[in-house]
């Protein structure tokens, strides 16, 4: 159990500074706190800066009013700006590369509904998408709406992007076995 | 490094393993730590840096470490128990929420967005700092009277959305939590490391918070008494957009034999009970009448005005939506 420090990390038994384990897209990762992560660094520069994980954009700034930095927390939708790396010791992280790389229908459907113009916002669309999915497989039109609303597309593709969602639905629904859930 | 946008502020994070050791923290700090848990209103504060250096936290004190954890829904001998750092998506996800004390279920669901429910907590949410955008102009760039300056920049300024009823402290930022108007309508206690106070006795118009709390205080549970039998509530929200927005307008209601509770928020820099609708309403008038009492002794000025009408609207729906007579759905 942590007990109360100010490194931002894990204390261990030795008591040097702390250290955060993460896992990222399976693989997990250990940082020294106050050496590889600073407890103010925000955990999108944790992902994008250390591990190079691109797919985490930026359009608000950090205010947490786009979504474009939208990772999966413990299967949570989390605004990676507004989150502390530290913070993060011990947790699950998901990102679109994890899911490129396990191949989830989201990504076909997206490409194949042209459900992006720039870009830019499609990462954080597709992890709420995701998170959205995880949590209720058979989602009705409303249910997407709500489900996606925490994200802004500047390019304005959002009827794409909700026939790409429920298209990526039915393909997981298919995967399964088209049968009930 | 390549730093997208602005860093944030350098701080101390301490991990606290128990309430004693956060309240301990805090007290060393003395002001200048901050309780964290959610992080999205504390997280926003350090990357734009609103607020003079001298109010800036140096450190923040995490809840979220505190064991046993402060994140619990639960319900004893017919009160409803919330840990102070429950998400505010589980408890609108909440079954037992959804069933006994549907206002704080919809309040919770009504709250910016996904992402921002999934992170933000229900303490977290009745402590906001005023979202006024010239008290937010990033580097203190407005030193208004929240701050420790002499003016509100809003009086003179843009106060479309500002309080109809008057300054506190020559402040006319509402309050704009969305939980608040379900606690003060459920009648809700917040649970201290120090006392229990009653909703309506939680907030205030202070440089620069808008709680009662001392810097030494965190809340730990937030309890509310199932309304008897019969009784329903209701919360609806007024804002440009359906997603992520303020509310510009919001009201709880609790309607049921002998029961009537009216709370509104975003009209005053507190949020506010509508005691006048309440009496209407228990001496057998109708929505109607109660919700125009409701705005009684309203101060509008010429640029916000609007929001009287559109608070009648809202507490006159929700009271009937409360009693089974309106339809839901049909946005304002
Ligand atoms: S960058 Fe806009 S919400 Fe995080
Ligand atoms: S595709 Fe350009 S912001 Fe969405």
Known sequence: MSSANAHGGRQDSSGSPGVIRLTVNGKRYEFKVGVDV???????ELLRDRLGLTSLKEMCEGEGVCGSCTVLVDGRPTLSCLTLAVDCDGKEIETVEGLAESGHPLLEAFSRNYAYQCGYCTPGFIMSAKALLDRNPDPSYED????????ICRCGTYAAILSATREAADALKARRGGGGL | MILMGRPLRRFELINAGTVDEAVRALSKYDGRAWPFAGGTDVLRVLRFRPLPEDLMPDALVN???ISPSMSYIKEEDGVLRIGATTRLADISRDPLVRSGYQALAEAAEAVATPQIREMGTIAGNISQLPQCLYFRKPDDRFHCARKGGSVCYAQSGDYRYHSIFGAVNNCIMPNTSDIAPALVALGARIVTNKRTLEAEGFWDVRVPGNTVLDRDEIITEIQVTRPPPGA?????????????DFPLVNVAVVRGDGVARVALNAVAPKPYRAYAAEEVL?????????ASAALDGAVP????????????????????MASGRGAEGGGP
Do not use: D, H, Y
């Not at chain 1, 600073?38 to 999108?44: D, H, I, S, Y």
């Not at chain 2, 228990?282 to 109660?290: F, K, R």
């Open chain 1, 144 to 151: 997407i709406v709500r489900g996606l609303s925490g994200n």
């Open chain 2, 301 to 320: 000025l010429q640029m916000n005005r609007w929001k009287i009408s559109v608070a009648r609207t809202l507490v006159k729906r929700a009271l009937l």
């Open chain 2, 282 to 290: 228990l001496g057998g008038g109708s929505e109607e009448e109660a």
């Open chain 2, 63 to 65: 809840l979220k470490t």
């Open chain 1, 38 to 44: 600073m407890p103010f660094t925000a955990l999108r």
């Open chain 2, 232 to 244: 329903r509530s209701k919360f609806l929200k007024f804002a440009v957009r359906k997603s992520i």
